[in-house]
């Protein structure tokens, strides 16, 4: 069953379901500043926006509320076995409950499978145009694992994905560890996009059809 659980502290509340049991629409919460936002739903989807909402999303937004189209989608991958899934909900699901806790000014996401526990925590400071992903990842096997952590945005830098696709110019600047992404169609609001980690980025690539064939599901 799914369990929306509103916690006892009025401060937060807690979303459990599974690939059988979810929401019949998806349930969106924003986290924003006064220049800088990100939607993020109960399945981790959702989208972000620099300045305006509707004039510069930085990444892509679907208005289909039943089937919650991320752009923002991160995947592991086990190096010595070849298994991939991700942390969204409802990309790549696996058997087991997802968890995700909505509080102010965050969102937390839960999930245990493959002897992994994976923990994501997002967030926008008060102050600074960034979202902030923190990945927790807990081995529970007596074994050394090695992952792979990919991801994956659907970049638009401006108001329509159909306008700008084919029109963003995507570098990897290796010294200072950033890809930066560059709407080369107008001005406008979008300026640049940046993506970084605190782990090396060791490739990248801005060929979608050949991103998803790599990654889907056999």
């Given at each position: 069953?799914?369990?929306?659980?509103?916690?006892?502290?009025?401060?937060?509340?807690?979303?459990?379901?599974?690939?059988?049991?979810?929401?019949?629409?998806?349930?969106?919460?924003?986290?924003?500043?006064?220049?800088?936002?990100?939607?993020?739903?109960?399945?981790?989807?959702?989208?972000?926006?620099?300045?305006?909402?509707?004039?510069?999303?930085?990444?892509?937004?679907?208005?289909?509320?039943?089937?919650?189209?991320?752009?923002?989608?991160?995947?592991?991958?086990?190096?010595?076995?070849?298994?991939?899934?991700?942390?969204?909900?409802?990309?790549?699901?696996?058997?087991?409950?997802?968890?995700?806790?909505?509080?102010?000014?965050?969102?937390?996401?839960?999930?245990?499978?493959?002897?992994?526990?994976?923990?994501?925590?997002?967030?926008?400071?008060?102050?600074?145009?960034?979202?902030?992903?923190?990945?927790?990842?807990?081995?529970?096997?007596?074994?050394?694992?090695?992952?792979?952590?990919?991801?994956?945005?659907?970049?638009?830098?401006?108001?329509?994905?159909?306008?700008?696709?084919?029109?963003?110019?995507?570098?990897?600047?290796?010294?200072?560890?950033?890809?930066?992404?560059?709407?080369?169609?107008?001005?406008?609001l979008a300026g640049n996009l940046y993506i970084s980690s605190n782990q090396k980025i060791?490739?990248?690539?801005?060929?979608?059809?050949?991103?998803?064939?790599?990654?889907?599901?056999?």
């Open positions: 069953m799914v369990l929306v659980d509103f916690q006892t502290s009025g401060k937060e509340y807690i979303i459990k379901q599974n690939k059988n049991k979810t929401l019949p629409k998806a349930w969106s919460n924003v986290l924003a500043n006064e220049k800088f936002g990100t939607i993020i739903t109960n399945n981790m989807g959702g989208f972000t926006y620099s300045k305006n909402s509707r004039l510069n999303r930085l990444t892509a937004w679907a208005n289909t509320p039943n089937n919650d189209i991320p752009s923002e989608i991160i995947y592991l991958k086990d190096l010595e076995n070849k298994k991939a899934w991700t942390l969204n909900a409802n990309v790549m699901p696996d058997d087991e409950d997802y968890y995700m806790t909505f509080g102010f000014g965050y969102a937390k996401g839960y999930h245990a499978s493959l002897g992994i526990i994976q923990e994501t925590e997002s967030f926008v400071p008060k102050d600074d145009k960034v979202k902030i992903n923190v990945i927790r990842l807990k081995n529970t096997t007596d074994k050394k694992r090695k992952l792979k952590l990919i991801y994956y945005v659907k970049p638009v830098l401006g108001e329509d994905e159909i306008k700008t696709n084919g029109y963003i110019d995507l570098k990897l600047d290796e010294e200072k560890n950033v890809i930066i992404a560059k709407n080369i169609y107008q001005d406008g060791i490739s990248y690539t801005g060929n979608n059809l050949s991103f998803v064939r790599k990654r889907k599901p056999k």
